[in-house]
């Protein structure tokens, strides 16, 4: 298929190479900074970059918006399509609803619509990943798309998903959960061992066996452990204590001391 990307982040940067090489061209790279669309590019075959949203001249027939949700309405009302066009976001969030009310909104020629979310966490600049076991899930508005977007996604992952709006709100929040709140947490971590001149390094035998038990296990939850998980009060005072003059980290142990108490009442 021909495929123009509007957008070159994060999610394009390992897109766009995974795309191409499953067969498909990429035609084009808009992006609003030229040299984010020359840094995509210089991965690809022959795609053109561009910042100009105007593509009705275009030979794509599917144009994949990959770029933040907050985007999403300014692109679309600025976005000039070729007939035929397939409009596909990649977001985790943004309903396929939302999706349509825009090309009904801005569009002049009918549009169909989609949605092609990679359940992922991706950083542009680094080496495109394999898709191979990342999950594709997949929304469309009519069953042609439908088809055609489960197909392009079976060429590049072993794991592809029909998956609802609502359902991937759901699982849009919990990979905030999973991902982007343990990283930050790792983060704190980091902080706290550098401030006393330690060295993080010693954490990560740690967070490595953590994460594989929790990955091993039916749910994390069994394989909890940890002062709160054994009612340790003592040491959790401790710990308050040494937090007493950084009160947002002490609230932040105080709120996840209690959420793991009340799991685990008997």
């Known amino acids: 298929?021909?495929?123009?990307?509007?957008?070159?982040?994060?999610?394009?940067?390992?897109?766009?190479?995974?795309?191409?090489?499953?067969?498909?061209?990429?035609?084009?790279?808009?992006?609003?900074?030229?040299?984010?669309?020359?840094?995509?590019?210089?991965?690809?075959?022959?795609?053109?970059?561009?910042?100009?949203?105007?593509?009705?001249?275009?030979?794509?027939?599917?144009?994949?918006?990959?770029?933040?949700?907050?985007?999403?309405?300014?692109?679309?009302?600025?976005?000039?399509?070729?007939?035929?066009?397939?409009?596909?976001?990649?977001?985790?969030?943004?309903?396929?609803?939302?999706?349509?009310?825009?090309?009904?909104?801005?569009?002049d020629l009918p549009v169909q619509t989609g949605v092609f979310y990679p359940l992922q966490t991706f950083s542009r600049g680094q080496n495109p990943l394999d898709f191979e076991e990342i999950p594709l899930c997949i929304e469309a508005s009519n069953p042609e798309t439908e088809a055609s977007l489960v197909a392009m996604g079976q060429e590049i992952s072993s794991i592809v998903y029909l998956v609802?709006?609502?359902?991937?709100?759901?699982?849009?929040?919990?990979?905030?959960?999973?991902?982007?709140?343990?990283?930050?947490?790792?983060?704190?971590?980091?902080?706290?061992?550098?401030?006393?001149?330690?060295?993080?390094?010693?954490?990560?035998?740690?967070?490595?066996?953590?994460f594989r038990k929790a990955l091993a296990a039916p749910n994390p939850a069994d394989v909890q452990t940890g002062p709160a998980r054994r009612g340790d009060n003592k040491t959790i005072r401790t710990h308050l204590a040494m937090l007493n003059q950084q009160p947002q980290l002490m609230e932040m142990y105080e709120q996840i001391t209690e959420s793991i108490r009340g799991k685990y009442k008997k």
């Open 1 to 107: 298929m021909e495929i123009t990307f509007i957008g070159a982040g994060n999610v394009a940067w390992h897109l766009a190479p995974a795309l191409e090489n499953a067969g498909h061209h990429v035609n084009e790279v808009v992006s609003r900074q030229l040299s984010h669309a020359r840094q995509l590019v210089s991965l690809l075959y022959d795609a053109r970059p561009r910042s100009d949203l105007n593509v009705a001249n275009s030979s794509s027939r599917l144009f994949l918006l990959t770029v933040p949700d907050d985007a999403l309405p300014d692109v679309c009302s600025r976005l000039v399509l070729p007939e035929n066009a397939i409009v596909v976001h990649t977001s985790g969030s943004y309903s396929l609803e939302d999706l349509n009310q825009l090309m009904q909104l801005y569009s």
């Open 164 to 210: 609802s709006s609502a359902e991937r709100r759901v699982l849009h929040l919990s990979a905030v959960f999973a991902c982007n709140f343990t990283n930050h947490l790792l983060a704190i971590a980091n902080d706290l061992t550098e401030a006393h001149d330690l060295e993080f390094d010693l954490l990560r035998p740690l967070i490595r066996e953590t």
